[in-house]
């Protein structure tokens, strides 16, 4: 767009049917102008934070397009498809059987393919953060322009840095689920919920901790102690694994010892010989006469 079809406000002269203007825009822009910043950056507000917010409507439509393309060809093709396979082979349908069979063929097809590319290229995730962000963002923008919420109390000029950080958190946060963990969450709904309900809970953290002004220090003191837990877990287990196996040697050595002490010596048990005396039997032949004098 010129520089000729702009006026002295800062909005697009073409301002109905103009393709390089959106309604955020048009809204935005005197809000923008009216503003007490420097010249600087109200360039910047206009050349950063507008068009990140256009970027994200015009993905968002796109995506919508996309989505809603494929899950009408999905529901359309799932009620036809049992209609095809009824009527088939049915005498009043006869002279159109190969028809119906194709027909049928074609549908179930057309049905596997719209999942497919809902599930290769992530449509349904993708329209669902591409719109929270594109929502996420104009809600930081307004909130900004109003000083309300987390920027009230303050005026435009203190609450800069804090602006551009959660702007630029904003969009880290749906790159790094855009590109990561696509397979881990079989449900997109709890998925983005969990995603902003995790952000917001941070930002409350921030705001009760009166960290407002020192974000970046925060999240990478947080991420520090994070790491640190998880090394002194991961030193505890190993201590403990050693731990572990040292005690099951020394066992393993006790026990040991016990069965050698318990266990009689070759020189010290008594041998069993063949030479042990031999008991004779003496037959004693008693009369009669002999016992009755000892009788008497």
């Known amino acids: 767009m010129s520089e000729t079809n702009k006026n002295t406000s800062g909005s697009c002269l073409r301002c109905f049917g103009c393709p390089d203007c959106s309604n955020f825009e048009l809204k935005v822009l005197p809000v923008i ?44 093709g799932s009620m036809m498809l049992p209609t095809l396979q009824t009527i088939q082979g049915s005498e009043n349908v006869k002279s159109v059987d190969t028809e119906i069979y194709w027909a049928a063929i074609g549908t179930s097809l057309s049905v596997m393919i719209a999942n497919s590319f809902i599930s290769i290229f992530h449509l349904d995730k993708n329209f669902y953060l591409y719109h929270l962000t594109s929502e996420k963002l104009k809600a930081l923008g307004w909130k900004y322009f109003e000083l309300s919420g987390e920027y009230a109390h303050k005026s435009h000029e203190e609450n800069w840095v804090k602006f551009w950080n959660d702007i630029e958190k904003t969009k880290l946060l749906q790159i790094s689920n855009e590109f990561s963990g696509n397979e881990d969450h079989k449900n997109d709904d709890a998925m983005v919920s969990d995603i902003m309900s995790k952000k917001k809970e941070t930002d409350d953290s ?3 901790n009166n960290l407002e002004e020192k974000d970046d220090e925060y999240y990478s003191k947080k991420m520090e102690n994070i790491v640190l837990k998880q090394l002194n ?64």
């Open 206 to 208: 921030l705001k009760s």
């Open 233 to 296: 877990k991961l030193n505890k287990t190993e201590l403990f694994k050693q731990s572990i196996v040292d005690n099951s040697k020394k066992i393993k050595k006790t026990k040991e010892k016990l069965i050698e002490d318990s266990t009689p010596s070759d020189s010290s048990s008594p041998q069993i010989t063949d030479s042990s005396p031999e008991v004779e039997l003496v037959k004693i032949d008693i009369k009669p006469d002999d016992a009755d004098n000892s009788k008497k």
């Open 33 to 76: 102008n009216s503003l007490d910043l420097s010249v600087e950056k109200k360039k910047i507000l206009k050349k950063r934070f507008i068009k990140e917010v256009m970027y994200y409507e015009d993905k968002s439509k796109k995506s919508t397009k996309k989505y809603n393309f494929c899950r009408i060809i999905i529901a359309i």
